[in-house]
Each structure stands twice: as C-alpha cells, then as structure tokens.
C-alpha cells in the first residue's frame, strides 16, 4: 500500500441497470475484486454457470441473490429470463464457476443478445486463468493464441494441433488431468521441440507450475493424470528461414495494392526480416523491367 493514501470505500452509488460480466476467483476467494462484490450485491438476477458454485461464492461473503442457470444446456431459458429482466430496467450479473466469463464458456450469447437489445453491457474485470498462466510461465508474452481445450481424441486433436503449429505465438490450452499425458505427448509429436509450462491448481492450495520441453514434460509421471484444473502454455517455435523466391512472391503482391517502403514494412513483418533488407529488394523489383 502507498504510505499516506486511504483504500478506496466501498461504493454505494446505485448500480445502473445493465448486463455486468463479472470475473469470479478461480481458486482463491480474496482474488475477487471489491466491484464484483459491488455487482453481485446490488444485482436482480445472477447467471451463473453452476448455481450451486456461485451460491457458495455468495455465501462466503455474506450476499444473496436470485440464481439462474445458464450454461450450455440452460442458455435459451435463462437467456430470455435475463433478457426480460433487463427490459424491466433491472441489473443482471453473468458469472462462470471461475475467472472471467465468456472464456470457453457459453456467456458471449447473452452479451451479444443483450447489446443487440440495446442494454448496455458492463464488463467487471477480475481472475483469469489464462492470464495467469500467462504472468507466471516465462514464456513470451507480445503475442499469444488461446486455443481452449483440445479434442479429446487423438487423430482429432493433431489435426488440431497441426492447424496451430504455424502461429508465431505462445499458445495457450486448457485440458482435465485425465487427458493431460496424451495431450502433451500429441503436441510434442506436432509442434517439436517447444518449450512449455503445465499450471496445476492455479491460487490454490496445492498449485504448481511444472517447465520444461513439451517431451519432457510429456513423459513426467507427475503429470500422468493429475487432478485439479490444468493450463498448458506452449512458446512459439523457431521462425521459419524465409527463401529469396519466398521474399520476392510476397513483395510482388504487396507492390500491387502498397507503396514500396509500406510494401516492405508488411513483408519484414510477416517474415521476420529486416525492413531495411527488404526495402532495398522492393526497390530492385520496381526497376526491373
């Protein structure tokens, strides 16, 4: 806490009416920000993914709430209760059973109804899993690809996996303990000899975080069937060596649509090359008869 500044007050300002997406702990109850707890406590109508989890979130801090269900088999009913409550100008709070909603989950279906419907939509910012496997993995952060969780079986999940092997990107999966080993052992066959982070339990008690080689970590016994929720971070592989005929077909399409110096900031970019290189190649092509 920085020396001389008083913590914010709870806000007690009347909760405009509304669609709040409110992020939920995904593990450790005191990650729950003090706006949720705003949220949920003045809301009419809470969807959540299981009402049972949410009731226990409530419970533990002391609010109540009328619960709808809303998941992928409950979406139409609870969808057209929130839609109705919100046409009567009330507050209605969307949460999964842990971190942000709409991250592999149904919730992005109301957001869209209820913006559709004209309501405004509040997002409540808070925990996610994803991002912090993110924070704590090592892995490059400039850019990542999060891909939810694989195809439970194999030949489904390669193909899968060979669709995402070209992406310059961290990539990032959620899967269950008991898929885990085969999971691990399909991308190590995919996408090679990439570095990789396994998040167990994520703030909670018994979290841990497991690094090393995707084959490696595939053959740990450790990670064999785990319990407990699973975030699998995979570094983006080595760039591929862009050809001279490579360079040159990529130049000659963005010459027709691009000036030559923009023609080669696009191409540098897309092939990891140095502007200043290709610029010069530009230039050579457009003197060329």
Known sequence: MVRGLAPPALDD?????????????????????????DVLSAADLVLAEDTRVAGKLLQAYGLSARLERYDEHAAERGGAKALAALAQGKRVALVSD??????????????????????????????????AGLSAAGLPTYRFLFAGFPPPKSAARRSFLAD???????????????????SLADMAAVLGAREAVVCRELTKLYETLYRGPLAVLAA???????KGEIVILVGPGAAAVASAGDI??????????????????????????????????????????
């Open 13 to 37: 300002a009347p909760l405009a009416p509304g669609l709040y997406v409110v992020a939920t702990p995904i593990g450790n109850l005191r990650d729950i920000t003090l706006r949720a707890l």
């Open 98 to 131: 842990a971190g942000t909603p709409l991250v592999s989950d149904p919730g992005y279906r109301i957001v869209r109804e209820a913006a559709a419907a004209g309501h405004p939509v509040f997002p409540i910012p808070g925990p996610s899993a994803l991002l």
């Open 164 to 182: 995402l092997a070209p992406i310059r990107a961290t990539l990032v999966f959620f899967e269950g303990g008991s898929r885990l080993a085969a």
């Open 220 to 226: 740990d016994p450790r990670l064999e069937a785990p």
């Open 248 to 289: 040159d077909t990529a130049l000659a399409d963005a010459l027709l649509r691009l000036r030559p110096a923009e023609a080669a900031a696009e191409v540098a970019a897309a092939l990891g090359l140095s502007r200043r290189d290709v610029y010069r190649r530009a230039m050579a092509m457009r003197a060329e008869p």
